[in-house]
């Protein structure tokens, strides 16, 4: 009788494990890894104007992550702006205030980080008299 029970609990043990294990789907992630489309190699950024930062969302799964995140790069990092819909393909951004240059990098992050060519940004005094 005890070998009886002892096997009833152990058959409804491996049973419910297996039914744990059956019911967590196990799928592969979709990994969306977008060309940045603009800023494009040579263009010029003036500080305080609105710009637009494109990708291309041609090859866009369904469910992509919405941790996105758009970073501006020399050197250090700026956060532009986050939280977006990488599916929406472009977030504007407002140049912020930096010393200018001609090695700046956008970087677009979600599901992984993007890096564009590098570009330049001014100051307004700068963008007058180019």
């Given at each position: 009788m005890k070998f009886a029970s002892a096997l009833t609990i152990l058959f409804f043990a491996v049973l419910?494990?297996?039914s744990l294990v059956a019911a967590v789907p196990v799928t592969a992630r979709d990994i969306f890894d977008p060309t940045i489309t603009s800023p494009k190699a040579g263009d010029v950024w003036v500080?305080?104007?609105t710009v637009e930062v494109t990708w291309d969302t041609s090859n866009a799964p369904v469910d992509i992550?919405?941790?996105s995140s758009v970073w501006l790069r020399k050197g250090t990092s700026t956060l532009l702006a986050q939280g977006f819909d990488l599916r929406s393909g472009s977030?504007?951004?407002v140049v912020p205030s930096l010393v200018p240059g001609d090695d700046y990098h956008i970087i677009l992050f979600g599901d992984s980080g993007n890096v564009s060519?590098?570009?330049s940004i001014v100051s307004p005094a700068g963008a007058a008299s180019a």
């Open positions: 419910s494990t297996l500080v305080g104007q992550s919405n941790a977030v504007s951004v060519p590098a570009f």
